[in-house]
């Protein structure tokens, strides 16, 4: 396998994005369509609803009121800026303890 491979095999098990949707995300414009995500991917229309839906739940994207269009929000042009948004202010606290974890009932 090579390093490009392992690699890619990394990312596919780590986020609930597959490295193909994330390499189309940095190519959207700020607002987009769930068709501009399939076209720019190279999959179905359907899938691409699913991984917007996903984006939404994640807070990548902003579902446009009253339109079939999603939006970036300003700090997340791309996934790797808002991952690094999302160490900063959640996982480098939750592991220094700084971030208090909410108890589990």
């Not at 995500?37 to 190279?42: F, N, T």
Request: include cysteine; hydrophobic fraction near 40%.
């Amino acid at each position: 396998m090579s390093r490009e491979e392992a690699l890619t095999e990394i990312v596919d098990k780590t986020f609930s994005l597959p490295p193909k949707v994330i390499l189309g995300y940095a190519q959207l414009d700020q607002a987009f369509t769930s068709g501009d995500l399939a076209r720019v991917c190279d999959i179905s229309r359907s899938s691409a609803k699913f991984y917007l839906k996903k984006m939404v739940e994640i807070r990548l994207v902003t579902k446009v009121p009253h339109k079939r269009r999603y939006q970036k929000y300003a700090n997340a042009d791309t996934f790797s800026t808002w991952l690094k948004d999302l160490i900063k202010l959640a996982v480098a606290p939750i592991e220094s303890g700084d971030l208090k974890l909410p108890e589990e009932e």
